[in-house]
């Protein structure tokens, strides 16, 4: 019997509240692109459904199809075969960040 099965939930470790948001985002690894899109989204990062996962700790740029679109420098941080790969985010420049935390509270607006 799982702790699932039992009633328990594992404690969560994330830091910041995530938000469920479907935008389309193309993945850039090396001469590789790959389609996939968000499932949720947070400050610090995102799940990403995708039939191509990469391995956790690989690093790739993420083009996110926002109102405008956005680049992010990603790294895996778990994956779930068949279904996608958790996603921390890093923003490089000011720019980047304002555009992304705008995005954050338009759909913690909606949630």
């Given at each position: 019997?799982?702790t ?8 969560e ?6 938000y ?14 790959l389609?996939?899109?968000t499932?949720?989204?947070s400050?610090?990062?995102m799940f990403?459904e995708?039939?191509?996962v990469?391995?956790v700790?690989a ?5 996110l199809a926002a ?6 420098e990603?790294?895996v ?12 985010v890093?923003l490089r420049?000011?720019q980047d960040?304002r ?10 607006a909606?949630?």
């Amino acid at each position: 019997m799982t702790t699932g099965e039992m009633g328990f939930k594992s404690p969560e470790r994330r830091r910041a509240p995530r938000y469920h948001c479907r935008v389309v985002l193309e993945i850039e690894w090396g001469s590789a692109r790959l389609k996939a899109r968000t499932y949720d989204i947070s400050a610090s990062g995102m799940f990403i459904e995708a039939e191509d996962v990469l391995w956790v700790g690989a690093g790739f740029r993420a083009r996110l199809a926002a109102d405008s679109p956005l680049w992010l420098e990603c790294f895996v941080a778990r994956v779930e075969p068949g279904r996608g790969m958790g996603v921390t985010v890093e923003l490089r420049g000011e720019q980047d960040q304002r555009q992304y935390h705008a995005l954050l509270a338009k759909v913690a607006a909606g949630q």
